[in-house]
């Protein structure tokens, strides 16, 4: 198992940025497939970017995001982050960290263990 604690949100304006980072529990980190998700209120949870496990760091974006956030993971801190620059309105949501070992998908549904979240709010 692992545990997983979001930290870095905050209020930022239009254009501005904001780095999230997902401390992980255990000495398995490097074995997991991770995730960020976002849940804006009224809508489902939706993916924004993950990276693979080991060294293997290839990382997906949703087209929402691509170009403007950044994820990375340093497997010697147990740690993720998601470098968020370019902020708009519509990037306002709660972000979710989540670990998977064999994700079968991107989706939310394909990942078992998740944080508490972290709140971005971009004002206009």
């Known amino acids: 198992q692992v545990q997983l604690v979001e930290s870095g949100g905050g209020l930022v304006q239009d254009g501005g940025s904001l780095r999230l980072s997902c401390a992980a529990s255990?000495?398995?980190?490097?074995?997991?497939?991770m995730g960020w998700f976002r849940q804006a209120s009224g809508k489902e949870r939706e993916f924004v970017a993950g990276i693979n496990s080991w060294s293997d760091s290839g990382t997906y974006y949703a087209a929402s995001v691509k170009g403007r956030f950044t994820i990375s993971r340093d497997n010697a801190k147990n740690t993720v982050y998601l470098q968020m620059n370019s902020l708009k309105p519509e990037d306002t949501a709660v972000y979710y960290c989540?670990?998977?070992?064999?994700?079968?998908?991107w989706g939310s549904g394909s990942f078992n263990y998740w944080g508490q979240g972290t709140q971005v709010t971009v004002s206009s």
């Open positions: 989540a670990a998977e070992s064999n994700p079968t998908s």
């Open positions: 255990g000495r398995t980190f490097r074995t997991y497939v």
